[in-house]
């Protein structure tokens, strides 16, 4: 596999932590479903028995660290499945498929958090899913709100969630400057807005990209 389709009934959602993603993908599903259309919404690391179980591996803060390549290539071992068995199949039929974090993630999380060469995560992009989203929605909030919001609703992060703010500062420079090399795909939402006022404007491009599809 060699090039990269982008696929206009894939959706994806991305932001730093807290940033309210599972609130919008619920908001996109509905928009969706009563528009007529079969939904799969699904999520990164995950999607599969497999890919849920690759997630278990990266997210639990118990037991040997993973290295930072290590990190990576799971996270595109689950990404391999998950398009495999679970959006390839979708979009064939017909769905739509809204996806909580996709492969824009490894760029920000392993490229910008980890600093891991971003070549080498393009050349896994390309050979190992092939596949890319006709429009991602990136919901960008300052990292101290949104380690507030998630502290609010988290007993016990994450191995990720623990890390040092430095880490996620980097991790948001690099989703905004995805963002601003590739325009048409991205729209970046004010994620710091009350809830009801993003889903209203996440609902509002969703629509005019249905129109569109
Ligand atoms: N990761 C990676 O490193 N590389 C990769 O390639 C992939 C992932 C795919 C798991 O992802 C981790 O994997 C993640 C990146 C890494 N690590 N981190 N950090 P995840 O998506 O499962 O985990 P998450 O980013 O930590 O998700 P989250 O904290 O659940 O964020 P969210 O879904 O965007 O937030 P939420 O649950 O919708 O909202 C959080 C709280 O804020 C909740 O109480 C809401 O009620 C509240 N909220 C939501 N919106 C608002 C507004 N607008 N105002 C006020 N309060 C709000």
Redesign the pocket.
């Known amino acids: 596999m060699t090039d990269i389709e982008s696929h206009p009934r894939l959706i994806s ?1 991305e ?11 619920n908001a996109l599903r509905e928009t969706l479903l009563q528009a007529g259309h079969e939904v799969v919404s699904t ?4 999607g599969t028995p497999l890919a849920e179980r690759i ?1 278990q591996l ?2 639990s803060p118990d037991g040997e660290k993973p290295s930072p390549e290590t ?2 290539l799971l ?2 071992a ?2 391999a499945q998950h398009v495999r068995e679970t959006i390839r199949p979708a979009l064939a039929r017909g769905a739509w498929v809204v996806c ?4 824009d ?2 760029y ?3 490229g910008g ?1 980890r600093g891991l060469d971003v070549a080498f995560i393009a050349e896994l992009e390309r050979r190992v899913v092939g596949l890319q989203p006709g429009l991602t929605l990136l ?1 960008d909030l300052g990292v101290s709100q ?1 380690r507030a ?2 502290s ?3 007993a016990q992060p ?1 191995r ?2 623990r ?1 040092r703010d430095d880490f ?1 500062e980097r ?1 948001r420079e690099a989703y905004l400057a995805r963002a601003a090399a590739e325009p048409k795909r991205f729209r970046v939402i004010d ?5 009801a ?2 889903v209203a404007d996440v609902t509002g491009v969703l629509r005019e990209w249905m129109a569109a599809a």
């Open positions: 959602l932001g730093g932590e807290g940033a309210g993603k599972t609130t919008v993908l999520r990164e690391p995950g997630r990266l997210l990190e990576l996270m595109f689950a990404r909580d974090r996709f492969t993630s490894s920000a999380y392993q958090g919901l949104g919001r998630a609010g609703r988290d994450d990720i969630e890390e996620f991790v994620a710091s807005r009350e809830a006022t993003v």
